[in-house]
C-alpha cells in the first residue's frame, strides 16, 4: 500500500530537522518538507490554504475558527514557545522606563493580531495595568512598506489604530522617535544593528521571565502544527500520526541538546542554560499535548476574546483533533 504524499510547512528548528531529514517517518505519510518562515508559511497557509499540514500562528488561528469553514484543524504540537519580555523595544528618547510609562504612547506593530503581541497585551494588562486602550497602535511594515493583516479581523471601538504613513516603516519611525516603541517577535533591524536610539524596555529579559514564570507557571505558546481540516475528515488517522512523529523528533532534538560533550548548538552555556531551564519549567520544559499546558491554553484564550480578536470565547476541545486529546498506555 502506498503512502499518502502531504505537502507540510515547518521552521527550520531542531525539532523539526529530524522530520524533514527523514530520521523520524511519518505513519502512513510520504512527506513533502518545506522549510520556511512564519511570515511566508501563516500568509501562505491562511490566505490561500497552500500547504496540507503547516504550522501555524496560534492567534490566527483562534480568529479562524469564529468564521466559516476554517481551513486547518490543529494537532498539540507546540513548534514555537518563547518569554515574550523581549518582544518590547522604546525608543530612549520617550521617556519609557517602566511598562506604566507606555500609556498614551505610539506603539508600532506588524499586525495586531500576531501571538507574540497578544501574549505581550496580556502581560502588560495583568501584571502592570497597561490595557489595549491606552495606547495608539501604528501599523505598518517593519523594513517594507506596508504589511497586510493575515485575517481580517474586527476590533473594539476602545482601540485606536492607524496606517503608518504611506512610505514609512516601523524600523525607521522607531529609530527617529517617530514611534515611541516597537512590539513584535522579531527585533527591529535598527537594534539588531546596536542603534544607540533603540532599547528594549526590559534591560534583562531573563531575569523578567523567570519571575513572569514562577508566578504564573506559563511559558507562552506561539505555534501550533495545523491539519487541511477536509483531509482530516477524510483520513481522522493523520492528526495522531503527525503528533507521533513529531513528539518523537522533539525526543531526537533533545537528546542531542543533552550530549554537551560536543554542544550541538552554536552557542556558549549549553550546559549552564539547560539547567537553568529545568530547575526553572521542569526536566520535560518544551511540552506538548494538552493535560501539560491545558492552563497556558485557557489563558490565550481568554486573554485573545478580551482584546477583541475573537468575538466569542473560543473553548479548548474547539482547537484540536479529537485524536491527539488521548493517547494508548502499555
Given at each position: 500500500?502506498?503512502?499518502?504524499?502531504?505537502?507540510i510547512?515547518?521552521?527550520?528548528?531542531?525539532?523539526?530537522?529530524?522530520?524533514?531529514?527523514?530520521?523520524v517517518?511519518?505513519?502512513?505519510i510520504d512527506?513533502?518538507?518545506m522549510?520556511?518562515v512564519?511570515?511566508?508559511?501563516?500568509?501562505?497557509?491562511?490566505?490561500?490554504?497552500?500547504?496540507?499540514?503547516?504550522?501555524?500562528?496560534?492567534?490566527s488561528?483562534v480568529?479562524?475558527l469564529?468564521r466559516d469553514?476554517p481551513?486547518?484543524i490543529?494537532?498539540?504540537?507546540f513548534?514555537?514557545r518563547?518569554?515574550?519580555?523581549?518582544?518590547i523595544y522604546v525608543?530612549?528618547?520617550?521617556?519609557?522606563?517602566?511598562?506604566?510609562d507606555l500609556?498614551?504612547?505610539?506603539?508600532?506593530?506588524?499586525?495586531?493580531?500576531?501571538?507574540?503581541n497578544?501574549?505581550?497585551?496580556?502581560i502588560?494588562e495583568?501584571?502592570y495595568?497597561?490595557?489595549?486602550?491606552?495606547?495608539?497602535?501604528?501599523?505598518?511594515g517593519?523594513d517594507?512598506?506596508?504589511?497586510?493583516?493575515?485575517?481580517?479581523?474586527?476590533?473594539p471601538?476602545?482601540?485606536?489604530?492607524?496606517?503608518?504613513?504611506?512610505g514609512a516603516?516601523?524600523?525607521?519611525m522607531l529609530a527617529?522617535g517617530?514611534?515611541?516603541?516597537?512590539?513584535?517577535?522579531?527585533a527591529?533591524?535598527?537594534?539588531?544593528?546596536?542603534d544607540p536610539?533603540v532599547?528594549?524596555?526590559?534591560?534583562?529579559?531573563?531575569a523578567v521571565a523567570e519571575?513572569?514564570?514562577?508566578r504564573?507557571?506559563?511559558f507562552?505558546?506561539?505555534?501550533?502544527?495545523g491539519?487541511?481540516?477536509?483531509?482530516?475528515?477524510?483520513?481522522?488517522?493523520?492528526?495522531?500520526a503527525l503528533f507521533?512523529?513529531?513528539?518523537a523528533?522533539k525526543?531526537?532534538?533533545?537528546e542531542?541538546?543533552?550530549d554537551?560533550?560536543?554542544?550541538?548548538?552554536?552557542?556558549?552555556?549549553?550546559?549552564d542554560?539547560l539547567?537553568r531551564?529545568r530547575?526553572?519549567?521542569?526536566?520535560?520544559?518544551?511540552?506538548?499535548?494538552v493535560?501539560?499546558?491545558?492552563?497556558?491554553l485557557?489563558?490565550?484564550l481568554?486573554?485573545?476574546?478580551?482584546?477583541?480578536?475573537?468575538p466569542r470565547?473560543?473553548?479548548?476541545?474547539?482547537?484540536f483533533?479529537?485524536?491527539?486529546?488521548?493517547?494508548?498506555?502499555l
Amino acid at each position: 500500500m502506498s503512502k499518502l504524499r502531504l505537502s507540510i510547512a515547518m521552521g527550520d528548528y531542531d525539532r523539526t530537522r529530524p522530520i524533514y531529514d527523514g530520521r523520524v517517518g511519518i505513519d502512513g505519510i510520504d512527506p513533502v518538507c518545506m522549510l520556511q518562515v512564519p511570515e511566508e508559511m501563516f500568509f501562505r497557509a491562511f490566505r490561500h490554504q497552500a500547504y496540507d499540514v503547516s504550522e501555524i500562528s496560534f492567534s490566527s488561528y483562534v480568529v479562524s475558527l469564529t468564521r466559516d469553514d476554517p481551513p486547518y484543524i490543529a494537532v498539540p504540537i507546540f513548534l514555537s514557545r518563547a518569554f515574550r519580555h523581549t518582544s518590547i523595544y522604546v525608543n530612549r528618547a520617550a521617556g519609557i522606563e517602566k511598562p506604566e510609562d507606555l500609556k498614551g504612547k505610539k506603539i508600532g506593530i506588524a499586525e495586531y493580531q500576531l501571538t507574540a503581541n497578544v501574549w505581550v497585551r496580556a502581560i502588560l494588562e495583568d501584571d502592570y495595568g497597561v490595557t489595549p486602550a491606552d495606547v495608539q497602535w501604528v501599523r505598518g511594515g517593519m523594513d517594507t512598506p506596508g504589511r497586510p493583516e493575515k485575517l481580517k479581523i474586527d476590533l473594539p471601538t476602545s482601540v485606536k489604530m492607524v496606517q503608518a504613513p504611506e512610505g514609512a516603516t516601523l524600523n525607521a519611525m522607531l529609530a527617529d522617535g517617530e514611534i515611541d516603541a516597537f512590539i513584535g517577535p522579531r527585533a527591529p533591524r535598527c537594534f539588531q544593528e546596536g542603534d544607540p536610539r533603540v532599547g528594549r524596555l526590559f534591560p534583562d529579559t531573563v531575569a523578567v521571565a523567570e519571575d513572569y514564570y514562577r508566578r504564573t507557571k506559563r511559558f507562552p505558546i506561539m505555534h501550533l502544527l495545523g491539519v487541511r481540516r477536509a483531509l482530516a475528515e477524510e483520513h481522522p488517522w493523520i492528526p495522531g500520526a503527525l503528533f507521533k512523529a513529531f513528539s518523537a523528533s522533539k525526543s531526537l532534538s533533545q537528546e542531542a541538546l543533552n550530549d554537551t560533550s560536543a554542544t550541538k548548538v552554536t552557542m556558549p552555556f549549553v550546559e549552564d542554560n539547560l539547567d537553568r531551564a529545568r530547575k526553572l519549567i521542569g526536566p520535560d520544559f518544551w511540552s506538548y499535548g494538552v493535560p501539560a499546558n491545558r492552563d497556558i491554553l485557557d489563558y490565550f484564550l481568554d486573554s485573545h476574546h478580551r482584546q477583541g480578536l475573537s468575538p466569542r470565547r473560543v473553548g479548548i476541545e474547539e482547537l484540536f483533533h479529537p485524536s491527539t486529546l488521548e493517547s494508548f498506555s502499555l
